[in-house]
């Protein structure tokens, strides 16, 4: 993935302001009603902060591939992280990206009423419109030509993506891409990582995609390997613009 990352033109959003906000690693790309860079940047301080203290003190957080309890007392956000990899059977830190792009656009709906946060691939969307979020899949030759119909009833929600393929985290499966959605952007992070390790070929989509097998807060699934395509769940797949 190169520096401009360029999946963030394909989420589209009308007429809403775009804006970035960096803090450490944390680059967040935003759209909202107005330019809400100063709260957003606060926000993400606030969120990252939590998680960083908190991993300084409890280094197997930040460190496991399995889940870890919290404390009663741990911050909100860490609580959310480790909620979601109970659920998912993945290590805390699978569901960050996803559990600071929720946090923060969940703080910035106090002041628009329409929010998309984008953090390294993995979104956060609360929408009163019809939004279409491209799929990017590196080397599959379905990338910039299909993407996913949100619907305002399915928002606020969270579109996280985890690959075998391209990307900087760590991945034990063989699929390009597998992403999920779900009410929580915090389990649809970790999840897509649980489910993009258990993919280890084509002959896994039909077991690994059963949605008997998968937790009931999950909207839908869709994973690409080999360039066979796998869905499950409320997944609405569109052209994008550019191939119309």
Wanted: with cysteine; glycine share 10%.
């Amino acid at each position: 993935m190169n520096s401009r990352r360029i999946y963030r033109d394909w989420v589209g959003s009308g007429d809403l302001v775009s804006f970035t906000t960096t803090v450490g690693t944390t680059d967040l790309f935003i759209r909202t009603q107005r330019d809400l860079s100063r709260e957003a940047f606060a926000s993400a301080v606030g969120h990252r902060g939590a998680v960083e203290t908190y991993c300084s003190t409890h280094p197997l957080f930040a460190t496991s591939l399995e889940p870890q309890e919290v404390e009663n007392c741990a911050p909100s956000i860490v609580e959310q992280m480790a909620a979601a990899a109970r659920i998912a059977g993945v290590g805390p830190l699978a569901a960050v990206a996803g559990a600071i792009a929720e946090a923060v656009g969940t703080d910035l709906l106090a002041y628009s009423n329409e929010v998309i946060v984008e953090n390294g691939g993995d979104v956060f969307i609360a929408t009163q419109r019809c939004v279409t979020v491209g799929l990017y899949a590196e080397g599959s030759a379905l990338t910039g030509r299909i993407g996913l119909a949100i619907e305002p009833t399915q928002a606020p929600l969270g579109i996280c993506t985890s690959s075998s393929t391209f990307g900087h985290s760590l991945s034990f499966g063989k699929a390009d891409v597998c992403t999920v959605l779900a009410r929580s952007a915090a389990l649809a992070d970790a999840m897509a990582t649980a489910l993009c390790n258990r993919i280890q070929s084509v002959d896994d989509l039909a077991r690994v995609l059963s949605l008997s097998n998968l937790p009931a807060d999950l909207l839908g699934v869709l994973a690409i390997i080999d360039g066979r395509v796998g869905i499950c769940g409320s997944v609405q797949l569109v052209e994008t613009p550019a191939t119309k």
